[in-house]
């Protein structure tokens, strides 16, 4: 697996191929068997494939033109009702103070980064997006206002080869016992 996170970049440029469904659903089955706390597994993903949608999507995040090269969108949705059930109105935003709201989003992150790594697993390349207001991504695919968007990934075959980024040593990073 160290070789999976080691390869593992933000692939910004995509080939048209398509994504095989074989694929797609091992995507989905290794963010399913992803942990999370109390076993509340919050997420939901919605693939999406129509250019119109993938074009809104695109210009939603910051209009980063590049994502609607990929084939395929995974959309990660955060349910906030597996830890604050009932009709209580809740409508969850950057700022909002449930302290649910950082549970679901922790939870969630795990589940997209396995779907990161099992992509490059698989020989597909993906980037894990988030410049984008919450109300514009739901608006585009009707989310309720109690569930929080924690990214948009585009997903495909990659055109291109982005070299290492620069990583602190583990002399900076870990620390034994307490902070210093």
């Known amino acids: 697996m160290l070789k999976e996170i080691e390869n593992r970049r933000s692939v910004r440029r995509y080939l048209s191929r398509k994504v095989e469904k074989e694929k797609l659903d091992a995507v989905f089955e290794s963010a399913r068997l992803a942990p999370s706390g109390s076993n509340t597994q919050p997420w939901a993903f919605i693939l999406v494939e129509s250019e119109e949608t993938k074009k809104k999507l695109s210009d939603a995040d910051h209009h980063q033109d590049w994502m609607a090269a990929a084939p395929v969108f995974i959309v990660a949705v955060a349910d906030i009702r597996c830890r604050i059930p009932g009709n209580t109105e809740i409508k969850l ?17 795990i589940a ?39 990214g948009i990934i585009p997903l495909g075959y990659a ?22």
């Open 159 to 180: 055109d291109e080869n982005p070299k290492p980024r620069p990583r602190k040593a583990m002399s900076e990073i870990v620390r034994y016992e307490m902070w210093h």
């Open 93 to 109: 935003e950057e700022d909002s103070p449930e302290p649910e709201l950082k549970q679901i989003i922790r939870d969630t992150a």
């Open 112 to 150: 997209v980064e396995h779907i990161l790594l099992e992509a490059e697993h698989l020989g597909l390349a993906a980037c894990w997006t988030g410049w984008f207001e919450q109300d514009d991504v739901r608006a585009i695919l009707n989310i309720p206002g109690d569930k929080y968007v924690c």
